[in-house]
């Protein structure tokens, strides 16, 4: 995976302060207790880089095989997660890199090898905030030895833009623990502190394609609903869209 150290003579100090992303994290609670909020919807402590790219035409297998190779410069190596769009946005890689607790970027790095260049037709970059990696491995199901058990979960990635005025609604809405007939299996909230034209970026994973599936026919039941996810969600957004897909790494 290409380095992220290698651009500007920046610090970027870790600032305090999903369909609709809102998923629980696993093991989903027993009946009658009370699902657990999104990670990062509360204290963001850690810094992640997110890198959307689109591979040139006829380089999406080399491309995926590069995005996943880890990169030892990193200043957390191995921290990172690569999600494979399968349905939605125009990016085919999404790499999610833990930073630590803050992220500097420097003038002087290493560049992409001259056999990569070409494997992008485009990409965009961007510092967010977030929860600990902790949470945010056990949300995404690759803690300990679970990558394996959960080589077949599906995520939705989504990206989200407040309305003038309603950023507070918009974030206490997406921060809100999920409510049934919703089956997903985990969820991260991530929160813009540099970079590309969004202020918010969910994750949800679900187990299976068979649970997502579910919980979209569930979902499609509650729509007419006055109060239901879809119509409070456009009470607050300017823009957002919302990508299925599959992870290639870990």
Do not use: C
């Amino acid at each position: 995976m290409k380095s992220i150290t290698a651009i500007l003579a920046t610090t970027f100090l870790l600032l305090s302060p999903v369909p609709l992303v809102q998923a629980q994290s696993s093991p989903k609670p027993a009946e009658g207790e009370k699902a657990a909020t999104p990670a990062g919807a509360g204290k963001r402590t850690d810094v992640y880089h997110v890198h959307f790219t689109k591979a040139a035409p006829g380089k999406a297998v080399q491309l995926g095989d590069w995005v996943k190779t880890p990169d030892p410069k990193d200043p957390m190596p191995g921290h990172f997660v690569v999600l494979r769009h399968q349905d939605g946005d125009a990016w085919d890689y999404v790499v999610i890199t833990h930073m630590g607790t803050k992220a500097t970027v420097e003038a002087a790095g290493t560049s992409v090898p001259p056999d990569k260049r070409d494997l992008s037709d485009w990409h965009n970059d961007t510092f967010v905030n977030g929860p600990s990696w902790e949470e945010f491995t056990r949300a995404m199901g690759i803690d300990g030895d679970s990558a394996a058990k959960t080589a077949g979960s599906v995520y939705v990635v989504s990206v989200y833009l407040p309305a003038p005025g309603h950023r507070d609604g918009l974030e206490k809405m997406l921060s809100e623990a999920p409510q049934s007939p919703d089956t997903s299996a985990g969820n991260i909230l991530l929160q813009h502190l540099e970079g590309g034209p969004w202020t918010f970026l969910g994750i949800a994973r679900y187990n299976s394609w068979e649970d997502f599936a579910t919980s979209e026919k569930n979902s499609v039941a509650q729509t007419t609903k006055k109060d239901s996810g879809w119509v409070r969600l456009r009470e607050h957004v300017a823009f957002h869209n919302d990508t299925i897909a599959d992870r290639i790494a870990p």
